[in-house]
């Protein structure tokens, strides 16, 4: 089938005709091996490769022994660095081994794709919003080798402009011809496992142009706009290197889709007329590192293939691939402490060449592989099997990008540091422990945390096991390939990371649409050690602070703030602006808080006593770490909020469960005495109080935990108030509270409910033979056994030291507990 305006004769003389058209599947190892016999066979003078032309000045690259794959060209817009496409390549990738092949034989080698400056246009808005490269929003998820039909090689699926039809799958219908039901196991099967090509380098190309030109002559393989106006502008670089170099010199590495449409000759207008016009932007590419896991369907890539790890193990064993592989399965499982012998491996290969000789396939495959490890090295479960999947299969190999590649400045001053720092980006999560008394684990978790800020998501701050001291923190560290493209994003804020991360805080800070987001701006610059940028987030906070006058809001906010004054002081961070506001907005809060906690519903009666409780934690955080010269201030401030509490405690119309709440701080901190706390307990359960209210004080004075059910535990008459009422709450009543009852006791652990349970059973007058004589529960007595209490005395002089000072590693020393 001649195409339009297709020349006379099908070849002509300066046509693509006479190139050496090798069509492939990306990322498949037996098309790799493949497109270096046929190299080697032809010896071309070029070797042309379907990519982004603006990439040849960086094909040098590829020589360089620091550049190891799995890589990507990266193209990004440079005014919008966020648009942006990848050109992944694994060493088992034909591109790649295209490009090295060309390298080490002197031969030029260069890139006929649409240019990445026409593609990341293309992106904006081709077709009144149809995407064509199928991204994301953001531009970070694409992939520019173009989907070409040849399975999960090929690249992301393509949005197509309205009135093209999706066209066939080419692999799907060549398995269905050969009797297969899965596209991927056939290509495997005739290409991959069968080292084609052996006898004639030529011959698997010429038998794959050939299927790919009958499927794309068939009825509902229309191409879209976007392939033709690819196609037509390779057949205009294939033509210059046809002229350049002569008729057989040149040898083409691209999608087998694209074969049939080279190999055609069109009129030259007719391609000009097609790429004439076209959308263009300012574009830069490199190099950047890619990882075995992006390369998978799973890992977020459209274009991947399921299992990049074994695709690895293929290419490079130089034999005996199927037992190469099931020792280092074996090996796998031995270092998790699972027993696998060498008879084992022997026998699960076994199995693996009977069950594919049973299915007619000439070499075992990953299908037959995995059946084999888990009858024989799993014992037929598939937990291990998830981790051999995951390490082995997928993998986390990770690139590595000379220093040398193009970058914008902000990633070579990041590249400085993390290698001054001893970061080592890496696939693989791993947890990074750090103590911030120490210089360069200080200088780390800047780092970590001004890229936070950058929005540079290399590390995750978690919660330090075992630790709860403010020296001391954990980060989850994970490098993604697409980090590379916040990095350039992050570059229109600074070319250094300190710069970039404190123009990013104060551009946040002028931006932030509360209080709270602004205080919870101060909470991560001062850990990002930005000196510079606290002035603008302290006056936004301020101007915030004034013009806000909810005081759910303010409560929000303090906590944070009082945080910020915490991580300040243990880094020697100046914040006394920041206590200022601090002590401030508590004030504001005092005043507001008792008008704000009446004629609230049951949800905003909760959430106002989750502020109050933050609001306590803070102002007591506050007089914990104010300095000599602040002390008699915050501990003021600190007598203040207990008149509030006070007030609330008896206040009519406050909400019982904040009610309930303030009794029990107060009796925590022993501003009330147990008998004042039972008669307000007595107050707020009497018959006049609504069933609903009164379980609502319930839930705020003993909810919380265990420490709510203890104090019942501990103290009789308080449970006796509480078994009392809840006696004589009429039936009718009583399924209206029993949710808040059943929420507030099953926050108890097994231990104190169980007691509890015990404890109402006896009943009144019975339960202190429980609690007292330990009559029927273990652990209590009459008085305290002394012999017991000394035996933990020499652990408690070796946490605290002789002199009473604490010795933890998460304090300093002197701080006394």
């Known amino acids: 089938m001649r195409a339009a305006g297709e020349e006379p004769g099908g070849r002509s003389a300066a046509g693509p005709g006479q190139a050496l058209l090798l069509g492939v599947r990306h990322h498949g190892p037996g098309s790799a091996r493949a497109v270096r016999r046929a190299l080697d066979a032809a010896r071309p003078r070029t070797v042309l490769i379907e990519g982004p032309p603006e990439a040849d000045a960086l094909i040098a690259l590829a020589a360089d022994e620091d550049l190891r794959p799995p890589v990507a060209l990266l ?50 808005n081709p077709y009144e919003g149809t995407d064509p490269e199928g991204t994301e929003s953001d531009g970070t998820e694409s992939d520019g080798t173009e989907s070409d039909g040849t399975g999960p090689g090929g690249a992301a699926p393509e949005a197509r402009p309205p009135g093209d039809d999706p066209r066939v799958d080419p692999l799907a219908a060549l398995a269905g011809a050969a009797g297969y039901d899965d596209p991927e196991r056939w290509w495997e099967d005739v290409v991959e496992h069968r080292g084609a090509g052996r006898r004639d380098p030529l011959a698997p190309f010429a038998a794959i142009e050939e299927a790919m030109t009958a499927l794309r002559d068939e009825p509902g393989a229309a191409d879209t706009e976007r392939d033709l106006v690819r ?70 890539y459209g274009a991947g293939i399921d299992s990049p790890g074994w695709y690895a193990h293929l290419f490079a064993a130089p034999d005996r691939p199927v037992e190469r592989w099931l020792t280092k399965v074996a090996g796998l499982l031995r270092d998790e402490d699972r027993v696998v012998s060498p008879a084992h491996v022997i026998e699960a290969v076994r199995l693996a060449e009977t069950l594919a000789a049973l299915r007619g396939r000439p070499l075992p495959g990953l299908g037959e592989t995995t059946d084999a490890v888990r009858a024989v090295l799993c014992e037929g479960s598939d937990v291990p099997l998830a981790l051999i999947e995951d390490r082995l299969v997928v993998g986390d190999v990770m690139g590595e990008v000379p ?18 720092l001893r970061l080592k980006p890496e696939a693989a999560e791993r947890e990074l422990e750090l103590d911030l008394r120490k210089e360069t684990d200080a200088e780390r978790s800047r780092l970590l945390h001004r890229l936070r800020l950058l929005r540079v998501d290399w590390g995750e701050p978690v919660v330090p096991r075992g630790s709860t001291g403010t020296f001391r923190e954990t980060w989850r560290l994970r490098w993604q390939p697409e980090l590379s493209v916040r990095v350039a994003e992050a570059g229109v804020w600074g070319t250094t990371v300190p710069a970039a991360a404190t123009a990013r805080a104060e551009a946040d800070a002028l931006a932030a649409r509360g209080l709270a987001e ?101 102002v007591g955080l506050l007089e ?43 009796l925590d901190d022993g501003e009330l005495e147990a008998d004042e706390a039972a008669r307000l307990m007595g107050l707020a359960l009497s018959p006049g109080t609504p069933p609903a209210d009164a379980a609502a004080w319930i839930e705020g004075f003993v909810g919380g935990g265990a420490g709510g059910g203890l104090l019942l535990v501990h103290d009789e008459r308080l449970l006796d108030l509480v078994d009392g009422w809840l006696s004589a709450v009429p039936a009718e009543a009583f399924t ?7 929420r507030t006791f099953s926050a108890y652990g097994a231990g104190v409910r169980r007691t509890l349970g015990e404890l109402v059973r006896r009943g009144p007058g019975e339960r202190g033979t429980v609690v007292r004589a330990g009559a029927g529960t273990a652990g209590f007595a009459d008085e305290i056994d002394a012999g017991r209490a000394d035996a933990v005395l020499p652990v408690v002089r070796l946490l605290l030291g002789p002199d009473g000072t604490q010795r933890d590693d998460d304090h300093p020393a002197g701080v006394r507990t």
Do not use: N
């Open 736 to 742: 209206d509270v029993l949710p808040l009852l059943r």
């Open 624 to 666: 914990e770490e104010a300095g000599a010269e602040r002390a008699p201030l915050h501990s003021r401030l600190r007598d203040r909020w207990r008149d509030v509490l006070r007030l609330l405690s008896g206040r009519r119309g406050v909400a019982g469960v904040v009610r309930g709440r303030a009794v029990r701080l107060l």
């Open 231 to 300: 196609e037509a502008y390779m057949r205009l670089q294939l033509r210059a290197a046809l002229r350049e170099f002569g008729d057989g010199s040149v040898a083409v590495v691209c999608g087998a889709w694209h074969v049939p449409a080279l190999r055609r000759t069109p009129a030259l207008t007719a391609d000009r007329a097609l790429v004439r016009g076209l959308p263009k932007i300012k574009s830069d590419l490199t190099w950047v590192p890619w990882t075995h896991r992006r390369l998978t369907r799973a890992g977020g």
């Open 75 to 124: 193209a990004h817009a440079v005014d919008e660095p966020g648009r942006s496409a990848f050109w992944p390549m694994a060493e088992f990738s034909p591109e790649w081994v295209a490009l090295r092949w060309a390298l080490e034989h002197g031969v030029p080698a260069r890139f006929i794709d649409l240019p990445a400056a026409h593609t990341l246009a293309w992106q904006r």
């Open 403 to 420: 220093a040398s590649a193009p970058a914008v400045p902000l990633q070579r001053d990041l590249d400085r540091r993390r290698r001054r």
């Open 518 to 618: 602004a205080t919870a701006l101060a909470e991560r610059c001062l850990p990002a050690g930005l000196p510079d940028a606290l002035p603008t987030v302290m006056r936004v906070i301020a101007e915030r602070a004034a013009l806000d006058t909810d005081v759910g809001h303010l409560a929000q906010a303090l906590p944070a703030l009082v945080r910020s004054l915490r991580y300040g002081d243990v880094r020697g961070t100046g914040t006394d602006a920041l206590a200022d506001v601090a002590v401030g907005l508590a004030e504001r809060i005092f005043v507001g808080l008792p008008p704000a906690c009446a004629a609230l519903d049951a949800d905003a009666a909760e959430e106002m006593r989750g502020h109050v409780d933050a609001v306590h934690g803070a």
